[in-house]
């Protein structure tokens, strides 16, 4: 989970982003799954991953449309420095937010086919 993290956001400048990072995500809890069982891993992740689906495109369509504020063209991206306690002088990009859902979809809609899968009767 923590490396899909850091390709999420290593993905605006190095190889990576919110398709990548998500992918590793559902990885993940499907490793979870095949460990556990189903209601098991539902009990430690209670996440309704259709809600999160939708949620992550309305997040990448917003971000899009939020251009048309500034009146540039459509996923037109800005950013800027900033100086954080830690970090120092780190930028920040809209892109940023654009990949976040990406990445909240690939993981809603790739945690909702496999499950659905895995309901199936026999």
């Not at 400048?13 to 539902?42: E, W």
């Not at 251009?67 to 420095?81: A, C, E, G, N, R």
């Not at 830690?86 to 940023?96: D, F, N, Q, R, S």
């Amino acid at each position: 989970m923590t490396f899909s993290i850091y390709i999420l956001f290593a993905g605006h400048h190095n190889p990576g982003g919110g398709f990548i990072g998500g992918l590793i995500t559902a990885s993940a809890l499907v490793l979870l799954y095949i460990a556990f069982d189903l209601q098991s891993v539902r009990d430690i992740i209670p996440v309704d991953f259709k809600q999160l689906a939708a949620a992550g495109v309305i997040v990448a369509v917003l971000t899009g449309t939020a251009s048309f504020i500034f009146d540039v063209p459509f996923l037109t991206q800005t950013f800027t420095y900033v100086e954080l306690p830690i970090l120092g002088k780190t930028e920040l990009a809209t892109a940023v937010i654009f990949d976040l859902g990406v990445y909240m979809t690939v993981v809603g809609t790739t945690m909702t086919i496999i499950t659905s899968i895995s309901e199936d009767e026999k």
